[in-house]
Structures are given as structure tokens and as C-alpha cells.
């Protein structure tokens, strides 16, 4: 039996992308961003925007955090959608929704952050693409 080459790069390539991790229910594009400050003082946002095939144009989720020593409830913390959570242990990024398309259900996306740091030392940012790796009904 003879193959060319080009059969056999195309093979090849077939049996390639059919190996590539994908996860069926979507992903989250996170973004991550937190300024601190010598008196104590910190602001932290964290955007996360699902898309799935029922989500192509995504669910944006921003969350914010801010801890201010210099008052008496020195943390407050915000989320702008009630159907989103997650847990963040340096660089560990836990994500957890719920969604009605294609049927309801509870998403959930382990990750990791890689932080860039600013060179004034008081901002950190970091992007990464969270897959859901669990989805409950």
C-alpha cells in the first residue's frame, strides 16, 4: 500500500485535532486584575464570559472585591451576576455557574492564573481560558 505525502499529512492532521482537549460545555475567558497599595488598601476585579455553543455570544460576570483597612467593614465584595461564583487560591481559579441552555444546569471549570506584575509592583493582571469540566443538572 503507498501513501503520499500529502495523505499522509492529512492523516496525520485528522488524527491530531481529535486528541486536542475540548470541552463540550464551553469555557470561561478570565481576566484578572488587582491593585495594592502600602497602606493596605486593595481593589480587585476578576471578568469571567462563558460561551458555549447555546452561548456564543457569551455570559459576562464581573466581580469586584475591595478591602480598605482604613474603615470599619473593610472588605466588600460584589458580584454583577447571582448565577456565578468562584474561589481563587493564588494562582488556583475555581469557576462555578448556572446556566438554562441547552437544558439548566451547574458548570463547573478548575484553572490556573499566571500573573504579570506591573513594574511599579502594585498592580498584578493575569488571562487564562477556564473549560468546564463538570456539569451537573
Do not use: H
Amino acid at each position: 500500500m503507498q501513501f503520499t505525502t500529502l495523505t499522509l499529512l492529512s492523516l496525520a492532521a485528522t488524527g491530531f485535532s481529535a486528541v486536542l482537549p475540548r470541552s463540550q460545555y464551553g469555557a470561561w475567558d478570565v481576566k484578572y486584575s488587582k491593585s495594592a497599595y502600602a497602606n493596605g488598601y486593595q481593589s480587585l476585579t476578576l471578568t469571567a464570559n462563558f460561551t458555549s455553543e447555546s452561548y456564543p455570544a457569551g455570559i459576562l460576570s464581573t466581580c469586584t472585591t475591595v478591602r480598605n483597612p482604613a474603615v470599619s467593614l473593610n472588605e466588600t465584595s460584589s458580584c454583577d451576576n447571582d448565577n456565578f461564583s468562584y474561589e481563587l487560591n493564588n494562582e488556583a481559579i475555581s469557576l462555578t455557574q448556572s446556566i438554562e441552555l441547552p437544558t439548566p444546569q451547574t458548570v463547573f471549570g478548575n484553572g490556573t492564573l499566571v500573573y504579570t506584575i506591573s513594574s511599579s509592583g502594585k498592580t498584578y493582571t493575569a488571562e487564562t481560558v477556564v473549560d468546564v469540566t463538570e456539569a451537573i443538572a
